[in-house]
């Protein structure tokens, strides 16, 4: 057995729990980890809570267990626990991993009843404490730090941040092309489409992924903007910090010969101490731009700093001291330091910040703070802040576009309580025309009005003139890449969505989200043995990526491997995708009985929702007169599953009936409608 780790972890649970708690223990202690477990080890004699206070005042690792027990019991010694905890987190650097929450059964990690701080970290789900190797492992690196941290005092950074999730709770499964199909299918600074983004994640912590491939050469000409720290009194001010990184990005992305890794490759790395040197070898950059955030009242203090990672030398630094209302030149002043230390040739004048009132901005920036939230109300909460925001400053053409884009994703979810579907989808376009009127260049207004061509109107080349603007405006834009890729895709242009999606992933090497949409356009290209690989690699970045089991599900089935398929439908971890998957799964395995009771299951609970879901599985099963009901269905649900009609391979048995081409032009649909529509987007530098 290896060597113990030193004061190491400490188990948190309520007293129905204990088995779960258990086995968890066990899981550690096999693995040579030292694990404070009351039950077995607090003797007779000992002063109870003196003894349990200590040992979360000496842990190296708290690990909260988070179930429908806890959730039922407002009061409970385990809650002083969580307390005394999250009061020691507040004395420890911004570098320091502490808490590791674990949820035990299905409760929704967004509608946990748990301190705000142990949302802000990676939960990990174990169902019945049953604990995988992966987190064995990840505990096991998060120990390494605490070995050494009173030997070298640890970089800062800020705490990660939990992922980025599609909305949750009003829709445990979404539409069908939220996950699958939609346009805006990226994290794009400025929109953050969110609904057409498999983006959920429930299960196990992002562990260290594995080294992407390096390329032949890394381009002099390339940079990571990494996430600047929260380093005001109150480490409050997240959002502030992470907003102007976003910001940054974005506006250094405007150069054209400069190539800059995305948002979620670069975000990877928050909250990990990782050298320098190492995040560029991974990012395949040649340049890091890092910095800090301290706020207090109205005036902020930001430090930036430019490092050559191939020698970590430092290039340049500043630290800027200003009032909330130079915001906006400050990231000017940063932008262009950049490009004139790299010498880039620009092509016309320096990208600049679109400017606000402070008020707004800020405003703004905590919208961008929600949308990473797998919060139920993370749309509405968006709407009252943008529309606060344009109390201040109806000329604010970002914010009428991010209210857009709330209103569309409201609309998708298809159960909004406080508007129809119709409603939210006038707003939407109303919004993003607003925006468009005020700031014709603000090129996310144009993935937004996409969004609403092609997943609410039908309207597959009008979404494609609002992209081909956009890119016009923004020809190497990563983000608009991706909304591309989903575009050609969905015209059937598969060959070029692959290319597209290759592309994205040589810019944002690290995303789980970029490799799980490639693995859904190998599978739909008819590349099996590519999608699985494609989603193994957004699983071994992301180990609980929503959607990913699925798709390698489907791709077994493609290879004729059914009893393979269940094992991966059976660990999806969505609920939707998993009732969506079996059916299949069982018809392919001869097992019909069961096959349509896991179907009669999920049309009595999604049928709105996804009917074009139903009427792929009723097509896979051969019932050929039903699919054709259901995609009827569809069609009045409005149902977002249609974008992607053409390529969607559960639906290939309908191909030869007599009905399928008519449908397919009543929708606008048809091979030879799609073929003339006009799309074509160039690889940048090709």
Not at 594 to 617: H, P, Y
Request: glycine content about 6%.
């Amino acid at each position: 057995m290896p060597e113990p780790l030193p004061k190491a972890v400490f188990l948190s649970y309520a007293r129905e729990d204990t088995d779960a708690a258990r086995q968890i223990a066990e899981a550690l202690r096999a693995a040579g980890i030292e694990v404070w477990f009351d039950q077995s080890e607090l003797r007779g004699g000992d002063l109870w809570d003196q003894k349990i206070r200590r040992q979360i005042r000496e842990c190296a690792l708290f690990i909260p267990i988070i179930s429908a027990q806890t959730q039922a019991r407002a009061e409970g010694y385990f809650r002083r626990e969580w307390k005394m905890a999250v009061d020691r987190t507040h004395d420890m650097s911004e570098s320091r991993s502490f808490l590791v929450p674990v949820l035990v059964d299905d409760t929704p990690e967004s509608a946990a009843d748990v301190p705000e701080q142990f949302l802000r970290a990676h939960c990990t789900r174990l169902p019945d404490g049953q604990t995988t190797p992966a987190f064995v492992g990840q505990v096991q690196r998060l120990l390494q730090p605490a070995r050494s941290a009173d030997a070298a005092a640890a970089k800062p950074a800020a705490r990660a941040p939990r992922p980025a999730a599609a909305a949750a709770g009003k829709s445990a499964f979404p539409r069908r092309t939220v996950v699958l199909g939609a346009i805006a299918a990226a994290f794009v600074v400025g929109g953050y489409f969110w609904l057409n983004r498999p983006a959920v994640s429930v299960a196990s912590p992002t562990v260290a992924p594995p080294p992407a491939p390096t390329p032949a050469a890394t381009s002099d000409k390339s940079i990571a903007v990494l996430p600047f720290v929260d380093m005001s009194s109150g480490h409050d001010q997240e959002y502030m910090s992470d907003g102007l990184t976003e910001e940054l990005l974005d506006l250094l992305a405007k150069t054209p010969t400069l190539l800059v890794t995305s948002r979620s490759s670069a975000f990877s790395f928050k909250g990990r101490n990782v050298d320098i040197p190492e995040i560029a070898r991974r990012l395949h950059v040649a340049h890091v731009l890092e910095g800090s955030v301290r706020k207090s009242g109205n005036k902020l203090r930001i430090t930036a700093q430019l490092i050559d990672a191939r020698t970590d030398t430092h290039l340049w630094s500043e630290t800027y001291d200003r009032d909330l209302t130079d915001i906006f030149a400050v990231q000017d002043e940063i932008a262009t330091a950049v490009v004139t230390q790299l010498k880039l040739a620009l092509l016309g004048a320096p990208a600049k910040t679109r400017k606000t009132d402070p008020r707004a901005y800020e405003l703004f920036l905590r919208t961008s703070e929600i949308a990473r939230q797998a919060k139920a109300d993370r749309s509405q909460q968006m709407i009252s802040l943008m529309q606060q925001a344009l109390a201040i400053d109806p000329n604010y053409a970002a914010a009428w576009t991010r209210l857009a884009v709330a209103y569309a994703n409201e609309g998708a979810d298809g159960t909004g309580s406080v508007r129809t579907v119709d409603d939210d989808f006038r707003l939407a376009r109303e919004a993003a025309n607003k925006s468009l009127a005020i700031d014709p260049d603000y090129v996310w207004t144009y993935p937004a009005l996409a969004n609403i061509a092609m997943n609410y109107d039908g309207d597959v080349a009008a979404a494609a003139r609002y992209l081909e603007h956009a890119l016009a405006l923004e020809p190497a834009n990563a983000g608009l890449m991706l909304s591309a890729a989903t575009l050609v895709q969905n015209l059937g242009r598969l060959d070029q969505a692959v290319a597209l999606r290759e592309y994205n992933i040589a810019r944002d090497p690290l995303s789980p989200f970029a490799q799980l949409n490639l693995g859904i356009t190998y599978l739909y290209a008819g590349r099996p043995d590519d999608a699985i690989a494609a989603c193994r690699a957004s699983l071994a970045i992301s180990p609980g990526r929503v959607v990913a089991h699925y798709i390698i599900g489907l791709a077994l089935l493609a290879k004729h491997d059914p009893q393979a398929a269940l094992a991966e439908m059976q660990r999806e971890p969505a609920e939707g995708w998993r009732d969506n998957g079996l059916p299949l799964v069982y018809h392919a395995l001869g097992r019909k009985a069961e096959s349509d009771a896991v179907l009669a299951a999920f049309i009595a609970k999604w049928e709105k929702g996804s009917a074009f879901n139903v009427a792929g599985i009723l097509a896979y099963r051969g019932e050929t007169d039903r699919a054709f009901e259901w995609l009827e269905k569809a069609v009045t649900y409005r149902d977002t599953g249609l974008s992607i009609i053409m390529v969607e391979p559960q639906l290939a048995s309908l191909h030869s009936d007599p009905r399928w081409l008519p449908f397919l032009r009543k929708i606008g649909k048809a091979p030879e409608q799609l073929a003339a529509i006009k799309f074509d987007v160039k690889l940048p530098g090709k």
